[in-house]
């Protein structure tokens, strides 16, 4: 069965400092990937998705993740962290198949000044 | 473009009562899904209909169902309210039926807060 791990809960980081949010993801199949960001009392927006193309994946505002599959891990970086970025941002996977959108728990970005 | 539209936005309810909560999906999007976001928690899904039909079902009771109209929209309903079915309510919509090597992803709406009392 999918399913993705993040490892940290929350991450703190400074203004103009690299961000790194990892996640793990277990699966019997080729995932489908995603990573998702959602602002306090906002919907989800997405910011990239892991199409089996490349491994290096480039999103929105500046983010990108990398797909390891020696690691099963898509960790989400950014090289440097704007406060516009302090939000919750979920791992997703979608496997082959399957018609559901598995979330992980979410790591609360904080961006300090 | 509009986005995915969910109505209301916020909602009070008192226990045994029951709900219905909206959708519409972006323009041309034939699938729509339900999710149920406690606070602190990442979403868990609900249900997934695609062409008015149930295509999904997540481990939720029977208490909570829902439609798709021809045009697309949908309503969640939830019977006998209770004190833990206070969350956020997420719809989504894509083009098509599952994630699968499509990769199609879902664009999410802003979701409905529902508060029991």
């Known amino acids: 069965a999918q399913s993705v791990t993040q490892l940290d809960s929350h991450v703190s980081v400074s203004e103009g400092t690299p961000v790194l949010l990892r996640c793990n993801y277990s699966s019997s199949y080729s995932p489908s990937l995603f990573w998702y960001v959602q602002h306090p009392n906002k919907g989800l927006q997405l910011l990239l998705k892991y199409t089996s193309a490349a491994t290096l994946v480039k999103g929105i505002n500046g983010f990108e993740a990398e797909f390891k599959k020696s690691e099963t891990s898509f960790h989400l970086t950014k090289p440097s962290a704007h406060m516009s970025d302090a939000a919750e941002y979920f791992c997703?996977?979608?496997?082959?198949?399957?018609?559901?959108?598995?979330f992980g728990s979410g790591t609360r970005l904080q961006v300090q000044p | 473009d509009a986005g995915v539209t969910q109505s209301p936005t916020h909602l009070i309810k008192t226990r045994g009562q029951h709900v219905t909560l909206r959708c519409s999906p972006i323009s041309g999007h034939k699938s729509v899904s339900w999710y149920q976001q406690v606070l602190g928690q990442g979403p868990q899904f609900i249900f997934q209909?695609?062409?008015?039909?149930?295509?999904g079902r997540g481990n939720f009771p029977d208490r909570f169902s829902a439609r798709q109209f021809p045009n697309y929209s949908s309503e969640l309903n939830v019977n006998a309210l209770l004190l833990g079915d206070s969350a956020l309510y997420l719809c989504?919509?894509?083009?098509?039926?599952?994630?699968?090597?499509?990769?199609?992803?879902?664009?999410f709406g802003d979701g409905t807060r529902l508060s029991i009392l």
């Open positions: 209909y695609y062409e008015k039909e149930e295509r």
């Open positions: 989504a919509s894509s083009l098509t039926l599952g994630q699968g090597r499509s990769n199609q992803p879902q664009h």
């Open positions: 997703v996977g979608g496997g082959t198949g399957r018609r559901a959108l598995t």
